[in-house]
């Protein structure tokens, strides 16, 4: 089972800047990425990817925020800086872990508030 620790979330303005992080604890396998993926008043129920990166491999994002968030990690720890925040950022951030090319479920973080006000 893995756990996982989200934190970095807040209020600010737009323009402004935040950073989230999300450590993963547990039995962490070799081969894995970590991410964020957010919920908006625009995508409903719906959870639309923000950006996740492998441990072996390279990263990728969600074309709404390509070019201003930059995603890395520290061995099970990855970070996710979030540069010239938009309204429409607003949403609620999700962290997930998943082991490839296993079937195992990935697992979820509890989420965290971003908030972007004009």
């Known amino acids: 089972q893995v756990q996982l620790e989200e934190s970095g979330g807040g209020l600010v303005q737009a323009g402004d800047s935040l950073r989230l992080s999300c450590a993963a604890s547990?039995?962490?396998?070799?081969?894995?990425?970590l991410g964020w993926y957010r919920q908006t008043p625009r995508s409903g129920t719906q959870r639309e990817l923000v950006?996740?990166?492998?441990?072996?491999?390279p990263s990728n994002y969600g074309d709404a925020v390509r070019h201003r968030f930059t995603i890395s990690r520290d061995k099970n720890t990855a970070y996710l800086q979030m540069n010239n925040l938009k309204p429409e950022d607003t949403g609620v951030y999700f962290c997930?872990?998943?082991?490839?090319?296993?079937?195992?479920?990935?697992?979820w973080g509890q989420g965290t508030q971003v908030t972007v006000v004009s």
């Open positions: 997930k872990y998943d082991a490839r090319l296993t079937t195992v479920a990935p697992t």
């Open positions: 950006a996740t990166i492998i441990n072996y491999g």
């Open positions: 547990g039995n962490i396998y070799g081969y894995n990425a």
